[in-house]
C-alpha cells in the first residue's frame, strides 16, 4: 500500500509561484507513473501533469504548458510540480496520485491518492 502526503500549497498572487511536493511512503515510487491533478470548488478533478516512472516522459494540460513542470527524485521517494506564473483560475486542491504502468491522463487510472493541498492564486 502506498500512502502520499502533498505539501507546498498556500496563498500566492497571480504570477507568483509555487513549488507542490509529494512525499510517498509504504512503497517505492520507481516503477509508477505519477501525477498531478486539481479540483476547483464545486468542479470535478482534472488532469494537471503526468511523468513516467523514469522521468523521460511528461505530458501536460494544455492549460499549464509552459508555466508548470513536473519531475520526481525516486531517491527520496517525491514528486514535485513547479508552478509559475499562476494565474486566478488555477486555484484549487491539487492531488498526487500514482499508478503502475506508463503515464496517464485519467484519473480513473490512478489507484493512489493524496489528501491534497490547497492553491489559492489572488487577482
Known amino acids: 500500500q502506498m500512502q502520499l502526503v502533498e505539501s507546498g500549497g498556500g496563498l500566492v498572487q497571480a504570477g507568483g509561484s509555487l513549488r507542490l511536493s509529494c512525499v510517498a511512503s509504504?512503497?517505492?515510487?520507481?516503477?509508477?507513473?505519477m501525477g498531478w491533478f486539481r479540483q476547483a470548488h464545486g468542479k470535478e478533478r482534472v488532469f494537471v501533469a503526468t511523468?513516467?516512472?523514469?522521468?523521460?516522459?511528461?505530458t501536460y494540460a494544455e492549460s499549464v504548458k509552459g508555466r508548470f513542470t513536473i519531475s520526481r527524485d525516486n531517491a527520496k521517494n517525491t514528486v514535485y510540480l513547479q508552478m509559475n506564473s499562476l494565474k486566478p483560475e488555477d486555484t484549487g486542491v491539487y492531488y498526487c496520485?500514482?499508478?503502475?504502468?506508463?503515464?496517464?491522463?485519467?484519473?480513473?487510472?490512478?489507484?493512489?491518492w493524496g489528501q491534497g493541498t490547497q492553491v489559492t492564486v489572488s487577482s
Open positions: 509504504g512503497r517505492t515510487i520507481r516503477t509508477s507513473a
Open positions: 511523468i513516467s516512472w523514469g522521468g523521460s516522459s511528461t
Open positions: 496520485a500514482a499508478r503502475g504502468g506508463g503515464t496517464s491522463t485519467t484519473t480513473a487510472d490512478f489507484g493512489y
